[in-house]
């Protein structure tokens, strides 16, 4: 009896493992795929409890397929991340418990995709999660599932974004735009596509374009409105408030409209303490109770820092220092603008102007980085959008040249010998045509960068500066960033010359032109004027910073000419520098304008006694350890070249 017993219990073991094996079968990548989408697009996300028991009820249906099963795991710790840290290691523990990338390797891909966003949102360690996402990417399943693959771009970008990597945005971003537009086409979700326009919103917000970044977000509101998913809503709107660049009382609509949408998410807490300060400054105080209190959903720690900086401006308006203090005391990292903003304030109101001074110098050069930052982004994204549109591009007439193929092959069934000869000739024309257009290309940009280029230095000569800059001068008036102009001379060149001989002073142009290039930022734009004399345009408005750069050009100019066997022999350079600034007119005056008035300030350097960089208030010596700075009226003693 009980080896009946037995019998019978093995037969029933083998059957179930039979029938999860026939069902771990059915169930390959591309089903996986559909149901990952189609479980995406039916989630409501109105309250978290039902959105929750919508997938564990998908989870249970698959205990016995542990592929599948690990997938929905891995699915619900990515729904679930905004919520806090403990539903990601809940989910991801018992994903990784059931995979391995030796056998399952998109799934071990998506796992630790999710996995990045705990180690760069929780734990504030987004090196490590850039890291971890670069190995990634080099992992070849990564194509197989296209799904997983968006969902791995988007984090990547939010670590690049994190970690100002400017330069590599492009090409995750160009790929998003392709694999969402593929997946769209192959499947009934049409979700994705709303991915790349959320990432192209929160780019546009980065580089100062609120109002494109408003009309981007607008449009994913309207979608998730018609898909009734006030969660999604809510952070869309906490985004737009969040904004750098965005005024305080944008700010406050955008708060008020995230907590009508949802007032129990990630972002919750600082989109209240932006309403209460808006109320206290308006003389409504009956939330003031509430400012120490924090909402525990809100576990993201530059959220944090947002709510104690919002919080401690109500306490400085209420005339409370300690608790401003306190929440000043909350945001922990000293390169934090917000702190600084908090601590100039508190110590100007408790008399200590020595230590707001201070603070208020760290908050001035913080907010010029960001600004900074956003102008970098700004220039590189140009980079991308250019991308983009030329993919789009090729695209359609990919598309119409498919169509036309399509067509002519309907067209040749009854006449195929003739069209396949056709077809040949016509390809062997457009290779020919091809290889002509190409060279002909290669030919137009040789001559281009020929006639822009000085041969001697490789800079750029009078007449492509002059272009650039006008271009430079047009972006800094509608982006409304500072420029300034420098107009360099090589002193006693013609000495030089006479004593040495031409070819060493040629190789001393060309000592100069190398340490420019090597010393100047991506920004600036630099280029031979003439002679030896040299231009050099830079978005910098600060005659010190800028006399600064001229230093650092000043050594590398100095050490190439050391290095050079030609010359051997140290060589120095005047310059006077002038800043295209508006004077409350309409606009920024002409660059002819400043040349002129730079070219002023270089003759004062130069009889100042050269070596010398010049503005309209100070001269400053160039390559001396302490630097000395001469009042434009001082007397000096002029000396022949």
């Not at 002023?600 to 503005?615: D, F, I, M, S, W």
Request: aromatic share 8%; with cysteine; charged share 25%.
């Amino acid at each position: 009896m009980l080896r009946f017993i037995r019998l019978v219990i093995a037969g029933m073991m083998s059957l179930l493992v039979t029938q999860a094996t026939l069902a771990q079968e059915r169930y390959g990548m591309a089903e996986l795929q559909e149901e990952l989408a189609q479980l995406d697009k039916s989630l409501s996300q109105d309250n978290l409890d039902s959105v929750i028991a919508k997938i564990d009820l998908s989870i249970n249906k698959a205990k016995y397929e542990p592929v599948r099963k690990a997938a929905l795991l891995t699915f619900k710790a990515e729904k679930l991340r905004f919520h806090g840290i403990f539903y990601i290691n809940e989910s991801l523990s018992k994903a990784f418990d059931l995979i391995s990338y030796d056998k399952q390797p998109e799934l071990y891909i998506y796992a630790m995709t999710v996995k990045s966003y705990e180690i760069y949102a929780y734990q504030n360690n987004p090196e490590l999660a850039v890291k971890l996402l670069e190995d990634l990417q080099k992992k070849p399943e990564l194509e197989n599932i296209p799904y997983i693959h968006v969902i791995f771009l988007k984090h990547l970008l939010e670590t690049y974004y994190k970690l100002q990597l400017f330069e590599k945005i492009p090409q995750p971003l160009f790929r998003l735009s392709q694999i969402s537009k593929e997946f769209e086409l192959s499947t009934n979700s049409k979700d994705l596509l709303f991915y790349l326009e959320e990432e192209l919103a929160y780019h546009s917000s980065l580089i100062g374009d609120t109002e494109q970044a408003i009309e981007q977000y607008g449009r994913l509101a309207q979608h998730y409105e018609q898909k009734n998913h006030s969660e999604h809503i809510a952070i869309i709107y906490c985004n737009i408030a969040n904004m750098y660049f965005l005024p305080f009382e944008e700010k406050v609509r955008y708060a008020q409209a995230s907590l009508s949408a949802h007032n129990n998410i990630a972002c919750s807490d600082v989109m209240e303490k932006i309403v209460w300060l808006a109320e206290i400054q308006q003389g409504d105080f009956s939330n003031v109770n509430r400012l120490m209190h924090f909402n525990p959903v809100q576990q993201i720690p530059h959220l944090n820092d947002s709510s104690a900086y919002y919080a401690g401006l109500s306490y400085l308006l209420l005339g409370n220092l300690s608790a401003a203090q306190a929440m000043a005391d909350r945001i922990t990292a000293e390169d934090n603008w917000e702190r600084q903003d908090l601590l100039q304030q508190i110590y100007q109101k408790q008399g200590h102007y020595q230590a707001a001074l201070e603070a208020s110098q760290r908050y001035h050069q913080l907010r010029t980085a960001k600004d900074a930052e956003a102008r970098s982004l700004m220039l590189s994204s140009f980079q991308t959008r250019l991308a983009l549109a030329q993919e789009e591009t090729q695209a359609a007439e990919q598309e119409k040249q498919a169509a036309r193929i399509a067509a002519a092959e309907q067209k040749a069934k009854s006449r195929l010998h003739i069209t396949l000869i056709v077809i040949s000739a016509g390809v062997m024309i457009t290779l020919i045509l091809s290889l002509y257009l190409l060279r002909s290309r290669q030919h137009r940009i040789k001559l281009q960068q020929l006639s822009d280029t000085d041969p001697l230095t490789g800079l750029l000569n009078r007449r492509a500066f002059l272009h650039q800059a006008r271009q430079m001068q047009r972006l800094a008036e509608r982006q409304q960033f500072p420029l300034s102009v420098a107009l360099l001379d090589l002193d006693f060149f013609k000495a030089i010359n006479d004593k040495h001989g031409h070819h060493v002073g040629d190789a001393v142009l060309r000592a100069f032109a190398h340490g420019a290039k090597t010393t100047l930022r991506q920004t600036d734009i630099i280029g031979r004027f003439g002679g030896e004399e040299f231009i050099l345009l830079a978005t910098e408005k600060d005659p010190i910073i800028f006399a600064g750069l001229l230093q650092r050009v000043q050594r590398a100019f100095t050490h190439a000419c050391q290095q050079d066997p030609a010359i051997g022999f140290s060589v120095s350079f005047s310059a006077g520098i002038a800043a295209l600034e508006d004077n409350g007119a309409t606009e920024i005056p002409d660059i002819e304008e400043a040349i002129r008035q730079a070219d002023e300030l270089l003759y004062r350097a130069k009889a100042n006694g050269r070596q010398q960089v010049c503005t309209d208030s100070l001269c400053q010596r160039l390559m001396d350890t302490d630097c000395d700075l001469v009042a434009p009226g001082h007397p000096v003693t002029l000396s022949a070249e």
